[in-house]
């Protein structure tokens, strides 16, 4: 069966500083890949998306980026946190042919002071 | 996608059944209607979904309307675990982007 693996669970973070979270798809190949991020009380807003190793699509510009090195990964990451990056980041898979159309993470809390 | 309406809360009396409406009224003809729920601090879980016809499985109930403008996600014994967020998504069943709008969240009260 398909495991998505998400860590860390909680990360509390400086202004300023780096940042890394990885995603990790088991059980299945070639996933469509997914980073979701929810502000507190709202809902979840899509940040980027892959298809394939290499191929990112971005959906709303901010101080985040997004890689896919392998075909089961998929990394969020960022030089420089700002306050605003603060909330819960899930991220999601869905197959070629996936029904349901998309399968989440437990998510990692951010906050950053 | 299609534009999805729903209250912004509601609470249930624990063993009653909960109804959960959701307006579609732009909702194109591929469009499929998709239920997930959202646990407190957890991610989303799939629930349920349908195109025009109702569905139902081990965990709920989606009635579409004839005119596929509104649907109602029906829990039938509603527990205290259901007390979540239940988000009501309409998209083409072969997209891959979800859109997550604020969702209801839903109250069991004991």
């Known amino acids: 069966s398909q495991t998505i693996h998400q860590w860390p669970a909680t990360l509390v973070q400086p202004v300023g500083s780096p940042l890394s979270l990885e995603c990790t798809v088991e059980g299945t190949s070639n996933p469509n890949l997914y980073w979701y991020r929810q502000a507190a009380g709202r809902g979840l807003q899509l940040l980027f998306y892959s298809v394939g190793i290499g191929q990112i699509s971005s959906e709303v510009p901010q101080n985040l980026s997004a890689s896919r090195p392998q075909d089961r990964q998929f990394i969020l990451s960022s030089k420089k946190l700002l306050l605003s990056d603060s909330g819960f980041y899930l991220c999601a898979w869905r197959g070629v042919i996936s029904d349901p159309p998309l399968h989440f993470g437990n998510g990692t809390r951010l906050t950053v002071t | 996608d299609a534009k999805t309406t729903q209250p912004p809360s509601m609470d249930c009396a624990e063993g009653r059944a909960a109804n959960l409406p959701c307006n579609h009224s732009?909702?194109?003809?591929?469009?499929?209607v998709y239920w997930y729920r959202q646990i407190h601090s957890q991610g989303p879980q799939y629930i349920i979904h349908g195109l025009k016809n109702n569905e139902t499985n081990e965990m709920a109930s989606l009635i579409i309307t004839e005119d596929r403008k509104s649907s109602t996600l029906i829990l039938p014994h509603a527990t205290l675990r259901d007390t979540a967020v239940y988000y009501c998504?309409?998209?083409?069943?072969?997209?891959?982007?979800?859109?997550f709008g604020a969702g209801t969240t839903v109250t069991v009260r004991a």
């Open positions: 732009t909702i194109s003809g591929n469009e499929y």
């Open positions: 998504i309409v998209r083409p069943h072969n997209d891959y982007k979800l859109s």
